[in-house]
């Protein structure tokens, strides 16, 4: 049984940091690219950042980069994302994102940014 979870989220102010994990199972994790997306109230759900198989490799939103750090852990099956600097626009639904030979998608964390 494939499962994304993740967990992290919260409420904190502008200005600050949350970091996000991602614990993946049922599937061979170390082979597919992992990747955060969010959806905020009202709008379709964005791409946020990856990460390739090896952890060497990352992509972002522009509107994240140098505030948010991707990073995997293959050995323990687990995906980060580093937040800091936080502004309210970065409040939204979180989803963990396994791209392979097939995708799988997790129930997503919430984060609160509050001005």
């Known amino acids: 049984q494939v499962q994304l979870v993740e967990s992290g989220g919260g409420l904190v102010q502008a200005g600050g940091s949350l970091r996000l994990s991602c614990a993946a199972s049922g599937f061979s994790f170390s082979s597919y690219v992992m990747g955060w997306y969010r959806q905020a109230p009202g709008k379709g759900r964005e791409f946020v950042a990856t990460?390739?198989?090896?952890?060497?490799?990352?992509s972002y939103q522009d509107s994240v980069k140098g505030r948010f750090t991707i990073s995997r852990d293959n050995a323990k099956k687990t995906v980060h994302l580093q937040m800091n600097s936080l502004k309210p626009e970065d409040t939204a639904i979180y989803f963990c994102?396994?791209?392979?030979?097939?995708?799988?998608w997790g129930q997503g964390t919430q984060v609160t940014v509050s001005s």
């Open positions: 994102h396994a791209r392979g030979r097939t995708d799988f």
């Open positions: 990460v390739n198989w090896s952890g060497d490799s990352t």
